[in-house]
């Protein structure tokens, strides 16, 4: 049993790649040490106000030796057995020897928990953990997003570390949730594409929703399409997927097939002419289609690009059809360039809103 005020609870943890020199930052001076991590950690003080935290940055030629020096900036044992996220910096994800350092270290740290949250951002990892919140703790601020199901917008997602560490280790890449701070707002916006511990390429935000859509995790997204001149927006209520596969003369067919529900709502009702007939209804479902059939179809020539099965492809052929997965998988990879994507999507609107 260890009293509190003897413990310094870690909320947040920001790792950046080396940089030059880093003012106020805590170093071990051993001859002829190299540093490479810099590691920054937010600490509430009293309370979860962003005037009562310390923040502290630590450098040093390794991950665990980085988190060691957070201990010579406070009298208390830092502890991380409650660190809510992990922001991994720009610098650190271009470089595969430090990101496999850094995923092994937290793996291997007993206190860091396996569920813990992953972010990536662009730039300094340690900018992100330093910007005010108004009355929250960075780290606080987004365990409480993720845990509160209205936040489910369809254009963000939770990526933990136990599921980055299955990911990368099957050699599939991962795709980790990027954010941004703007003007003290908290923006979770697109994503990193992970591949061999490397940072190969950003997912924006349509890129996002069409991942979500192909995993059929688009409930509460929004879509927008032009109708008569204006854009309607429709909120999606429920939405499925279904990945098929079959053998054609071209190679490996993948359908993917989508049923989304959704309700228009938010439009000036003067814009458009008689949205609310069977005919407008048709032709807006069949545009609506049409934009989360080009999103999902974008998404995936992206993963093919960068050779990142982000669809999980792989996985769904071997449960499909064991003989085409032998077929077309070699060494666990399957050329998703060679792949003929289709994506058949089926819109229902259940009801019409608007705003006069």
Known sequence: MVELENRAFISAI????????????IKFHAPDTEYKF???????????????????TTMSDAFMPALS?????????????QTKVVVLGEGL???????????DGMERNREISRKIIMLTCEGNAADILKAEIAGQ??????ANFYADKHSALGVAFKKDLENTLLDLRSSNGTIIPRVAMHEGIVELSGAAIIKDFKLVGWLDDSEVRGLLFAKGKGENARVTTDFDGTRVPLRLISQRSKLNFERTEYGLVCKLEIRAKGSVEGYHINSVKNIS?????????????????AEVSTTFAHFAEVGVDGFGILERLRKFNYDLYKEFVILNQIELSDVVFIPVV???ITDVGATK
């Open 14 to 25: 920001a790792i950046d790649a080396y940089e030059q020199d880093i003012e106020g930052a």
């Open 346 to 348: 089926d819109v229902r």
């Open 69 to 81: 020096l957070i201990r010579l900036g406070m009298p208390q044992q830092p502890y991380y057995g």
């Open 277 to 293: 007939s069977e005919e407008s209804i048709a032709q807006l479902s069949q545009s609506f289609a049409n934009e989360i059939a």
């Open 137 to 142: 703790q960075f780290g606080m601020y987004i």
């Open 93 to 103: 994800l271009n470089n595969a020897e430090l990101m496999r350092q850094t995923l």
């Open 38 to 56: 810099v590691a920054t950690v937010s600490v509430p003080n009293n309370g979860a106000n962003t005037e009562n935290r310390t923040t502290l």
